[in-house]
């Protein structure tokens, strides 16, 4: 399945790794772009707030399994300064097919979510969504 331009385009945190779950996502249409593209060789040294700068500049959202990120001042920040709208998966444990087949299980209420003026950081779970920031 190819990627379907009217939808929203992500952007895959490292912690989600650069290749099984990006592949995933793009087999089942997902736009996306990983911090290793983005960034390159460095992306394992860009801090958490330049990429949520490049994220709410150019419109991405981003996938994480870092749910941590509503908690820390600069990311908080960067958070509401660029607008960025943020899923993190409830479990960060979770292998990589896991990993894909939660976010592609709800990729339904992603897009709708995606709708909504950033910034917020949904939590993914097996069977719901949450939204967690702002609080």
């Not at 990627?3 to 929203?8: G, V």
């Not at 949520?52 to 509503?70: A, H, P, Q, S």
């Amino acid at each position: 399945m190819s990627p379907n331009p009217s939808l929203p385009e992500f952007f895959v945190e490292r912690s989600l790794g650069s290749r099984q779950v990006p592949a995933a996502l793009r087999a089942a249409g997902w736009l996306l772009r990983t911090q290793f593209e983005v960034f390159g060789e460095r992306d394992e040294r860009v801090e958490d707030v330049e990429w949520l700068e490049y994220c709410g500049t150019n419109g991405l959202v981003v996938l994480t399994k870092d749910r941590r990120i509503r908690y820390r001042p600069q990311e908080i920040e960067a958070l509401a300064t660029y607008g960025v709208k943020a899923f993190a998966l409830a479990r960060g444990n979770l292998g990589a097919a896991e990993q894909s087949g939660r976010f592609i299980d709800q990729r339904e209420t992603i897009e709708r979510n995606c709708e909504d003026e950033g910034p917020f950081v949904d939590v993914v779970y097996a069977s719901e969504i949450v939204r967690i920031f702002p609080p």
